[in-house]
């Protein structure tokens, strides 16, 4: 592995019934990289970073954080190992405040608020939690809104909380599954701020996307993955000119050649 790798995917492969969805997928994430994951739809995306972050087993191939093999470990170790991911569609209780959704996410990652067991030692955790919670609503401009409850929150509004829930771990590596999909222009903007802030924090991150102006301005680095193979790993500005990439593009979306 190289010196600075946190992430090193090797000979992936998933296939779901007659369906090979991932073959031999190789690449790696180096400490502080911003890396966008792009391909057309059904492509493979989602359930590269799916079984990455441990909600689906791979058929083959081996994952290594930090060096660290992890594939097939549950969800949760790879939480308390470092990594954190959203989803394409959040998906949180709707009558919880946006205060509170982000307080149970820190119940999932570090299982510190026993009711059973409320000791001195719970109630700091909860102190350290609820003061995290606070500063990530705040950095993701949602301190507005912190006490809605999280069905009155916009659609970006419920992504920006998705990146709240997903930090309350302090993950090293953050995983984002289409982070502006459906998101306006003005909250796009904050993402890719927040994301920026993040990153010289030292949250090194990998970003499934399809916006392109988001890739250029967010991403140092892209990865391509076309029908379950990698077919490109450049800069967001050598994407239009890599014929692989226009060939996974073409008919499916003119805006690589834009970018
Ligand atoms: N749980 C699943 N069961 C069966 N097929 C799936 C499942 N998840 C994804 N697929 C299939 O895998 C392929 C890739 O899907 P996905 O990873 O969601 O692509 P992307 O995120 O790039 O759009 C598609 O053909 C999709 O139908
Ligand atoms: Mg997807």
Do not use: W
């Not at 308390?80 to 989803?87: I, K, L, S, V």
């Not at 394409?88 to 959704?101: D, F, G, H, T």
């Not at 026993?114 to 993701?140: G, M, N």
Request: charged share 20%; net charge positive.
């Amino acid at each position: 592995m190289s010196t600075n790798a946190i992430l090193e995917v090797k000979n992936l492969a998933k296939a779901f019934a007659a369906n090979k969805v991932l073959h031999h997928v190789n690449f790696e994430v180096k400490q502080g990289e911003i890396v966008g994951l792009l391909g057309p739809n059904g492509s493979g995306k989602s359930t590269l970073l799916n079984i990455i972050s441990g909600f689906v087993g791979p058929d083959a191939g081996e994952i290594r954080l930090v060096g660290r093999s992890i594939a097939g470990m549950p969800t949760y170790r790879l939480v308390q190992e470092g990594m954190a991911r959203t989803f394409q569609l959040p998906i949180m209780p709707q009558k919880m405040s946006v205060l509170e959704v982000a307080m149970a996410a820190a119940t999932d990652a570090h299982g510190v608020f026993s009711t059973l067991f409320r000791t001195a030692r719970d109630r700091a955790a909860e102190r350290r939690a609820l003061e995290r919670a606070r500063h990530l609503l705040d950095e993701l401009l949602l301190t507005r809104v912190a006490h809605l409850p999280a069905s009155a929150i916009s659609g970006g509004q419920k992504k920006l909380l998705g990146i709240v829930c997903a930090l309350m771990a302090e993950p090293r590596l953050l995983m984002l599954d289409e982070p502006t999909a459906g998101v306006h222009p003005n909250v796009r903007n904050d993402i890719v701020q927040a994301l920026h802030r993040l990153n010289a924090s030292g949250v090194t991150l990998v970003i499934v996307e399809h916006d392109m102006h988001f890739i250029r301005d967010a991403c140092s680095r892209c990865i391509v993955l076309d029908q379950g193979e990698i077919v490109a790993s450049c800069r967001p500005d050598e994407l239009a000119s890599n014929a692989r990439v226009v060939q996974a593009y073409l008919g499916a979306s003119v805006e690589v050649a834009k970018a």
